[in-house]
T-cell receptor
Framework: GAVVSQHPSRVICKSGTSVKIECRSL??????MFWYRQFPKQSLMLMAT?????????EQGVEKDKFLINHASLTLSTLTVTSAHPEDSSFYIC?????????????FGPGTRLTVL | RKEVEQDPGPFNVPEGATVAFNCTYS??????FFWYRQDCRKEPKLLMS???SGNEDGRFTAQLNRASQYISLLIRDSKLSDSATYLC???????????FGSGTRLSIRP
């Protein structure tokens, strides 16, 4: 099946620093990538949808200036958490949706656990 | 009302039992339906798609009831390894909106 990777898998940083998370589709071209956040014992919450070559669409309540998304190619999207604070600590998961026969299914990356001290 | 609702559980059943989950959705224009499985501190993984005619994959059976706007997942002969959170996923009427339920936690005991 389709494979999506995320890097890093875990990051611990000081409050005020910025953290970049990469999401790559390894064996297919992802026309659309999604970024989710999941707090403990809660469901995935969609943060934003990014289409290659265009601006991301953010969900209500998600600050676009704080969570910068770049989808520069059909296989790579990045999420940068700017000036991270302890309340940004969460599990960040990306998913990718392909073209053709893969348009209906989302394939998830393994997630990035962010801890902000 | 949430767009996709699931009983959060937890369901605690003995090994070998049959267990069923339901998930209701509010948008009658929803087009695609899926069940995902998520293990603790891991990403969700696609378990199966749900088709109008119902579909079965080994011990797992998924069904869709469009009239009542719910989907179901049945697990027969449950194994310890089935312990996980099961997420109901509905693709909405728009081209790209995919909505996750909050998940149902299942725990299989020996």
């Amino acid at each position: 099946g389709a494979v999506v990777s995320q890097h890093p898998s875990r990051v611990i940083c000081k409050s005020g620093t910025s953290v970049k998370i990469e999401c790559r589709s390894l064996d297919f071209q992802a026309t659309t990538m999604f970024w989710y956040r999941q707090f403990p014992k809660q469901s995935l919450m969609l943060m934003a949808t990014s289409n290659e070559g265009s601006k991301a669409t953010y969900e209500q309540g998600v600050e676009k200036d704080k969570f910068l998304i770049n989808h520069a190619s059909l296989t790579l999207s990045t999420l940068t958490v700017t000036s991270a604070h302890p309340e940004d600590s969460s599990f960040y998961i990306c998913s990718a949706r392909g073209a053709g026969g893969l348009t209906d299914t989302q394939y998830f990356g393994p997630g990035t656990r962010l801890t902000v001290l | 009302r949430k767009e996709v609702e699931q009983d959060p559980g937890p369901f605690n059943v003995p090994e070998g039992a049959t267990v069923a989950f339901n998930c209701t959705y509010s948008n009658s224009a929803s087009q695609s339906f899926f069940w995902y499985r998520q293990d603790c501190r891991k990403e969700p993984k696609l378990l199966m798609s749900v088709y109008s005619s119902g579909n079965e994959d080994g011990r797992f059976t998924a069904q869709l009831n469009r009239a009542s706007q719910y989907i179901s997942l049945l697990i027969r002969d449950s194994k310890l390894s089935d312990s996980a959170t099961y997420l109901c996923v509905v693709k909405g009427g728009s081209a790209s909106k995919i909505i996750f339920g909050s998940g149902t936690r299942l725990s299989i005991r020996p």
